[in-house]
């Protein structure tokens, strides 16, 4: 079967710096993308994990453990434009991804 | 590089009647496309993976003969919502997928279409 766990919301202030972890059990997998999703918009690519480890790229990074089934996408110097749900999206072969619920995100002055 | 157009954006209609959403890769050749719905707060469902000059491949549990999906060309599909009713509202959305631009075989997305089947 095919699970992914991820928190459903998350506050965070300006400025600070906010982890959202993400948990998966899939028939599958090649790699782990995130996505960022605003309110009533298509999501938009933010990264893809394939090896073990951190990848950073600018204010973002994401990590992945294989083994463990285990993600998460890390956002430092928070901006209120960050507000928006965050989706752990497991490839689980050829074109094929999966998306998790999502994780709010609400960042606060 | 990569923009995938959607239309309409949001479309009311009348329980029985059906609805064509187009998905358009504007500025590239996409060979598979894919059809996504997504319930408010929900995750996204992907509904079937759609292939230029062939027939779709549907998720189990999508009707296919309610989502009707064409590949006509290399940079259009259409789904279609036969006989809608109001539990076919929801966000759909489209993706593509292409090779030469995408460097983790990563989907570009449409920015959605938001159904309201009254």
């Known amino acids: 079967g095919q699970n992914i766990d991820q928190p459903t919301e998350m506050t965070a202030t300006e400025g600070a710096i906010v982890q959202i972890n993400c948990t998966y059990q899939?028939?599958?997998?090649?790699?782990l993308f995130w996505y960022q999703q605003h309110a009533g918009e298509a999501p938009t690519f933010l990264s893809y994990?394939?090896?073990?480890g951190l990848e950073e790229k600018g204010r973002f990074s994401s990590f992945l453990s294989r083994s463990k089934g285990y993600s998460y996408l890390l956002l430092k110097e928070l901006q209120m434009k960050d507000s928006a749900s965050y989706l752990c999206a497991p490839n689980t072969g050829g074109f094929k991804t999966i998306f998790g619920a999502g994780t709010r995100l609400f960042v606060k002055a | 590089g990569a923009v995938v157009s959607q239309h309409p954006s949001r479309v009311i209609c009348k329980s029985g009647t059906s609805v064509k959403i187009e998905c358009r890769s504007l500025d590239f050749q996409a060979t598979t496309m894919f059809w996504y719905r997504q319930f408010p707060k929900k995750s996204l469902m992907l509904m079937a993976t759609s292939n230029e000059g062939s027939k779709a491949t549907y998720e189990q549990g999508v009707e296919k003969d309610k989502f009707l999906i064409n590949h006509a060309s290399l940079t259009l599909s259409t789904l279609t919502v036969t006989s809608a009713h109001p539990e076919d509202s929801s966000f759909y959305i489209c993706?593509?997928?292409?090779?030469?631009?995408?460097?983790?075989?990563?989907?570009?997305f449409g920015p959605g279409t938001r159904l309201t089947v009254l």
């Open positions: 993706s593509a997928f292409e090779g030469r631009l995408s460097s983790y075989n990563e989907q570009f």
């Open positions: 994990n394939v090896l073990d």
């Open positions: 899939t028939s599958g997998f090649n790699g």
